[in-house]
């Protein structure tokens, strides 16, 4: 069976892509057609569906189905390779409920196996949404579900991944109630509260059967978020807005009072994604620590821009553990005056991407096409188009497969007639042409983040864009961790610098940066260097813990010792021991920071939906 994203043959019985993940149409007993499982009827014989062929992977599944039988393959072998390291593990989890507002009324009247059916369709697409941002479904409700966010599998931004699968829940839940609508005449309104907290994980049996013991109220206030929450919201505590900060919109609600609780808790309502996508842009717009050292790496890059600015494409890649500060290398670059005339676009993987084929590529679509949220098919066609046509219309024939990426609906029997191999070839094609379309007008700063995160549709286009450079006025700014490979490296417009952790002199310039002078902070700064091993992003982040502890107090470049000071027993406890800093995990390199983060040097970031910048 071919894939329809990534054109990868898949075996008869397979229900998600080997190769990149996709959910796999099943094919119509009679003539052999895909049949989606939204269709009513065969799309090749015409015959009807029987409502349990309709049915998608999962929707059958009930509160005593297994989770293995809804759970992604890729999911499901990540959980289980893991979970002898994580049973009676304390974990800090985000919870999510959702359910369908008044299900009761909205199937009365119904035939039994259809109102089992809209709800099994309805319980599917929240699944999806969930496993697109490598949640663990936990429980099905009937008419809802409850996930969580981090347990098993370990996200350090688990509350962002949270909020992103509750928007993109509502967003096709939105869609499925046109289909509701239109089959059944009923309106299908979801509500969705989220809560961060604690909880311990007890066993995951090898069906994925887990026992959770939650710490605290964690779990009964993520459920009572849900209850608050009207049609079509998304509600949450304050304890998930404090991990994600300046990376999602929200609107106050003021304190509500809870059940089993001393205080009320104060609400906020989630209506969308920020417009940072990374720490370091939030960062950003409150001023960034002072760049230190790094003088060699930027002096390379900057020559890397003149070979490009004069025809001579270039590969520029910053290699680096997490932390260590690759990405605001970048943002120094991107920033500087020498990129002024040059057309800059962004975009990067994110830990939860690979399973969806060209996450990337949309997002730098998107970005240089000035696509918001909001816009609808009708709005992405029109600016798509006018994009196009403008930069050159020769670029005509790319439309299709541009737009078709985007999800918008084409009415083109062409394309229609390819096949998957086909069409991906001339997606990488329209996409790497445009590509180079727009470095004759201006010199292109293309930048990719996180290549070790990458999918295989991506690296594609890379793959094919690295052999067009030698005559285009490009330069391919890239960073990746150590453990990602590629096939550039004889490339000789290919430069590789390795981004190594500060010198000890950088890092105690970077501390006088952060803390001051105070005569009284200088043990505390030889700790810490010796602590962090150099990397900034550590060092940044156990400053902040210290300060959020109340072992220092004052602001950035002005700080004092506190009433805890850091030496004393109490203050700063974790991981490191009594009275030190917490070195924080360098495990999911994407998370945002609790209260929206302080000024990085390197870059964690939990990732919006769609949001890109495009300078130029």
Excluded at 30 to 53: I, S, V
Excluded at 115 to 124: E, F, K, M, S, W
Excluded at 243 to 272: C, H, M, N, S, T
Aim: include cysteine; hydrophobic fraction near 40%.
């Amino acid at each position: 069976m071919g894939c329809p994203a990534c054109g990868a043959e898949n075996p008869a019985g397979n229900k998600f892509c080997g190769s990149c993940g996709l959910a796999l149409a099943a094919r119509c007993t009679a003539c052999g057609h895909p049949k989606p499982p939204t269709n009513r009827f065969r799309g090749e014989c015409g015959g009807g569906l029987t409502q349990a062929a309709q049915a998608s992977p999962g929707a059958r599944a009930s509160s005593s189905t297994s989770p293995q039988s809804y759970t992604p393959r890729h999911l499901a072998e990540k959980i289980l390779a893991i979970r002898a390291a994580l049973e009676g593990e304390r974990k800090q989890v985000t919870v999510l409920f959702a359910d369908v507002k008044g299900s009761t009324d909205l199937i009365q009247g119904l035939d039994p196996e259809a109102a089992r059916t809209l709800l099994d369709g309805i319980v599917t697409v929240m699944m999806q949404a969930v496993h697109r941002y490598e949640g663990m479904v936990n429980h099905i409700l009937g008419d809802g579900i409850m996930a969580l966010f981090v347990a098993p599998i370990a996200h350090e931004d688990h509350a962002a991944r949270a909020c992103y699968a509750a928007l993109a829940m509502q967003e096709a839940i939105r869609k499925h109630s046109q289909e509701v609508r239109q089959q059944h005449g009923l309106e299908v309104h979801a509500r969705v509260g989220l809560n961060s907290g604690e909880v311990v994980v007890r066993a995951i049996a090898n069906d994925l059967r887990m026992d959770y013991s939650a710490v605290g109220p964690t779990v009964h206030l993520a459920a009572r978020m849900e209850q608050l929450a009207r049609d079509d919201s998304i509600r949450l505590t304050g304890q998930t807005l404090a991990l994600v900060e300046g990376y999602v919109q929200v609107r106050a609600l003021g304190p509500f009072p809870v059940k089993g609780l001393p205080e009320p808790v104060d609400v906020f309502e989630l209506i969308g994604a920020g417009l940072e996508r990374t720490r370091l842009q939030a960062a950003a717009t409150r001023g960034l620590t002072r760049f230190v050292g790094r003088q060699a790496e930027l002096e390379t890059l900057h020559r890397a821009l003149e070979q490009a600015r004069a025809g001579w494409g270039q590969v520029a890649a910053l290699v680096g553990e997490p932390g260590v500060g690759k990405s605001r290398l970048v943002w120094e670059v991107t920033h500087s005056h020498r990129v002024r005339g040059w057309t800059i676009l962004e975009s990067g993987s994110v830990s939860y991407g690979r399973a969806t084929a060209y996450l990337p590529v949309i997002d730098l679509l998107k970005a240089y096409s000035r696509i918001e949220p909001h816009d609808d098919a009708c709005a992405i066609r029109e600016k798509v188009t006018g994009k196009v046509l403008m930069l050159d219309r020769a670029l005509e024939p790319s439309l299709p497969a541009l737009l078709a990426l985007l999800d918008v609906p084409l009415e083109d029997p062409s394309w229609e007639a390819l096949d998957p191999r086909q069409r991906r070839r001339q997606t990488l094609d329209a996409v790497r042409r445009l590509l180079l379309h727009e470095s004759r007008v201006r010199p292109l700063l293309l930048v990719f983040e996180d290549l070790h995160w990458i999918d295989a549709e991506t690296q594609a286009l890379l793959d094919g864009l690295v052999e067009s450079l030698p005559n285009a006025h490009i330069l391919l700014l890239v960073n990746y961790r150590p453990e990602y490979r590629h096939e550039w490296g004889g490339k000789t417009c290919y430069a590789q610098l390795r981004i190594d952790p500060l010198p000890p002199e950088s890092a105690e310039e970077l501390l006088r940066a952060i803390l001051g002078d105070v005569p009284e902070l200088e043990p505390l700064k030889r700790d810490l260097i010796e602590r962090a091993e150099g990397n900034p992003f550590f060092l940044e982040e156990s400053v902040r813990t210290l300060v959020e502890t109340g072992a220092l107090v004052g602001e950035r470049g002005a700080y004092r010792a506190g009433e805890r000071a850091p030496g004393d027993s109490n203050a700063g406890d974790g991981p490191g021991g009594p009275g030190r800093p917490h070195r924080p995990a360098a495990t999911g390199g994407q998370a945002p920071a609790p209260g929206g983060g302080r000024g990085r040097q390197g870059r964690a970031a939990g990732p919006a939906p769609g949001h890109r910048r495009a300078v130029g």
